[in-house]
Each structure stands twice: as C-alpha cells, then as structure tokens.
C-alpha cells in the first residue's frame, strides 16, 4: 500500500517565476492538506481540499492556490515565486470524511529552493 | 503568535533511560494532539495521538500525556534508543463542531530535536 508521494522531490525556481508541486494521497484518503515548512520551523497550514473544493485556508497570499481531482490527487500552484518561498513543501492525506481515523500522513515533501 | 510551543529546542538522553518531551498550548479550543517525528530528507511519520477526553495514552514504548488545565502535554519514550533520534514535533487542532463539510487543520510546534547516546 502506497503511502502519500510528491513530486518532485526537488526544485530550484527563479524569483517571479511559477511553480507546480503535486502529490498523490494514500489510498483510501480523500482529504488533501498542503503545509509549509521553513528552515527550523515547524509545519504550516496552507490550505486543505476536500471534494475538490479549497475547504480551509492558512495565513498565506493568494499567490499560493491549489486544486485537487476526482481522483483526490492535487496540486499546490506559487505564482511569482519570492526569496521567501523556498522551503519543503509537504502534503498530508486523511480519510477524514470515510468516518475513520482523521490523522493526517505526509509525504517526503518537495524542498523548493527560490534564487 | 504561537498558538503551540516547544520551548526544548534539543535534547540528550542516554541510550536506555527515558525521553521526555514537552509541549504547550494556548488555545483552549484544541481537543485533539499529536506527536510526529522527521528524520532528515524525509516527511513527519506519525507517532502518537490523544484526544483532549483522555489524559493518557499508550503505544508500545511510546506514551503521551494530556493536561489540559496546564495546557500541556508530554511524550514519553522508555527506553530510548539510537534510531529515535530525529526532530519531534507536536501538533494540535481544534475537532470540536466538526461537520462532514468542515475541516480542520494542524497547528505545529516548531520542533524538538533529540539525541539518542549510544
């Protein structure tokens, strides 16, 4: 059983450009959450989709936006990329609307490095 | 503000002895914790959990405890052992009115690094 991948693992942007990252949830998981993390920092929220609508969103710009398909994989979009911005990006998957557990389980993460 | 805090940035232990690591709250909402734990390069592997109706919570040499007048609540680790050194982090969230169109999210701690002594 396949756990939560991303992709890719690594990224080196320019500042102003633009950047997809995706990833893939557990089986079984519907309910997509994207978190970064910086540099000694713990995790934060970004945003999180469910039913392929954004359900709840973080403290971040709306430079940072999101989409998730039928099939539950989604997509994390940063439009014009700042120094700031690089990171490890990590994507957490739960089946919180099955009536199971509602932990969440990450991914490797996609370390974003911003130039 | 920082709505979860581990004010431990590091940790020593001797290989064997216990581990024992903090973390606080502000947010009174909170009624679900967490503890993960991230080696390098990877992403956090889930530890632990317990709900804010439990104090306490077993699994295998992992425990953690739940104070909730402290707004506080620990991981234990006994024994500890070499592989157990990484970062750990805490987490919470608040579940409480959660509906099947609501979510939620985690709010992290920023982490605790331990070191296991062989």
């Known amino acids: 059983d396949a756990g939560v991948t991303q992709s890719p693992t690594h990224l080196i942007k320019t500042r102003g450009q633009q950047v997809t990252l995706r990833c893939s949830p557990k089986?079984?998981?519907?309910?997509v959450s994207w978190y970064q993390q910086a540099l000694g920092q713990g995790p934060q929220f970004i945003f999180q989709?469910?039913?392929?609508?954004?359900?709840q969103r973080g403290n971040f710009p709306d430079r940072f936006s999101g989409h998730q398909f039928p099939n539950y994989s989604s997509e994390l979009n940063v439009n014009a990329l700042l120094l700031g911005d690089s990171a490890l990006y990590l994507c957490?998957?739960?089946?919180?609307?099955?009536?199971?557990?509602?932990?969440?389980?990450f991914g490797p993460g996609t370390r974003l490095t911003v130039l | 503000d920082q709505q979860v805090k581990q004010n431990s940035p590091s940790l020593s232990v001797q290989e064997g002895r216990i581990s024992i690591l903090n973390c606080d709250y502000t947010?009174?909402?909170?009624?679900?914790f967490l503890w993960y734990k991230k080696y390098p390069a990877e992403g956090p592997t889930f530890l632990i959990s317990?709900?804010?109706?439990?104090d306490k919570n077993e699994d295998g040499r992992f425990t953690v405890f739940l104070n909730k007048s402290a707004k506080h609540l620990s991981l234990h680790i006994v024994p500890s052992q070499p592989g157990d050194s990484a970062v750990y982090f805490c987490?919470?969230?608040?579940?409480?009115?959660?509906?099947?169109?609501?979510?939620?999210?985690?709010?992290f701690g920023t982490g605790t690094r331990l070191k296991v002594l062989a």
């Open positions: 957490a998957s739960s089946p919180l609307h099955r009536g199971k557990t509602d932990t969440q389980y």
């Open positions: 947010n009174s909402m909170f009624d679900y």
């Open positions: 089986s079984g998981h519907d309910t």
């Open positions: 317990i709900s804010s109706i439990k």
């Open positions: 987490a919470a969230s608040a579940r409480r009115g959660f509906t099947t169109s609501g979510t939620y999210k985690y709010i």
């Open positions: 989709y469910y039913e392929e609508e954004e359900r």
